[in-house]
């Protein structure tokens, strides 16, 4: 079993930026981001397939989410800029040891706990 172990979430105010970063214990092909806002379902932020040409953000990004992936230190990060109210949310991180390419997410095997992001006005 994978453990993913996010961190970097926190508090900001709109128009702010944070950088999340998740570590996993073990082999890893597909790595991603999703989120939870209060009231609403989990939903995709961003993910990686494997390599840095095979990546899908959600609907909401807009380019200002960037995903990124370290295969030295087995780590994933989502940078996020120009943040709104609307992005606070519990953010995971999500993983799979086979290569996926949808946000359906039982095709995700492991999952992080999940990490606060809260974007004040």
């Known amino acids: 079993q994978v453990q993913l172990t996010e961190s970097g979430g926190g508090s900001v105010q709109a128009g702010g930026s944070l950088r999340l970063s998740c570590a996993a214990s073990g082999r890893t092909v597909s790595m991603g981001w999703f989120r939870r806002a209060p009231g609403k379902g989990r939903e995709l932020a961003a993910f990686i397939k494997y390599r840095d040409d095979e990546i899908r953000y959600g609907e909401f990004v807009k380019g200002r989410f960037t995903i990124s992936r370290d295969f030295d230190k087995n780590m994933i990060y989502l940078q996020m800029t120009n943040l709104k109210p609307e992005d606070t949310a519990k953010y995971y991180c999500?993983?799979?040891?086979?290569?996926?390419?949808?946000?359906?997410?039982?095709?995700?095997?492991?999952w992080g706990q999940g990490i606060q992001v809260t974007v004040s006005t």
């Open positions: 999500a993983a799979s040891p086979n290569f996926v390419a949808t946000p359906e997410q039982y095709k995700w095997e492991y």
